[in-house]
């Protein structure tokens, strides 16, 4: 079992960066496969970067490529989400993910989920 907490979301205008965390607590950090995803009102979850356990690897969604870095921190037990050059469209509630199963880093089955946290990008 593990617990997540997403933090640092905001307002920012067209152009601008945010940094999102997520401390998680439980069972040990680097045993999971971490993601980020996102809502927007009156769309599907969708998925926007993963990191491997180790973090040497990582995976993004098309549209968010060279824009969002994802990291992460094993002996802070968080994941970060970098995101510059943000856009009207990255608005969303963004959401942590830990996995645990020894899937792929494209996989996008999660079995853990923090609560979420808005990013508002006004134009």
């Known amino acids: ?11 920012v205008q067209a152009g601008g960066s945010l940094s999102l965390s997520c401390a998680a607590s439980g069972r040990t950090f680097s045993s999971y496969r971490m ?3 996102r809502q927007a009102p009156g769309k599907e979850r969708e ?8 973090g040497g690897t990582t995976d993004y969604e ?3 490529k060279g824009r969002f870095t994802i990291s992460r921190d094993n002996a802070k037990n968080t994941v970060y989400l970098q995101m510059n050059s943000l856009k009207p469209e990255d608005t969303a509630v963004y ?3 830990a996995d645990s199963r020894l899937l792929v880093l494209t996989s ?3 079995n853990y989920w923090g609560q979420g946290t808005q ?5």
């Open 1 to 11: 079992q593990v617990q997540l907490v997403e933090s640092g979301g905001g307002l």
């Open 62 to 64: 098309d549209s968010v």
């Open 108 to 110: 996008r089955a999660y």
């Open 35 to 37: 993601g980020w995803f």
């Open 95 to 97: 959401y942590c993910a």
């Open 47 to 54: 998925f926007v970067a993963a990191i491997s356990r180790s």
């Open 119 to 123: 990013v508002t990008v006004s134009s």
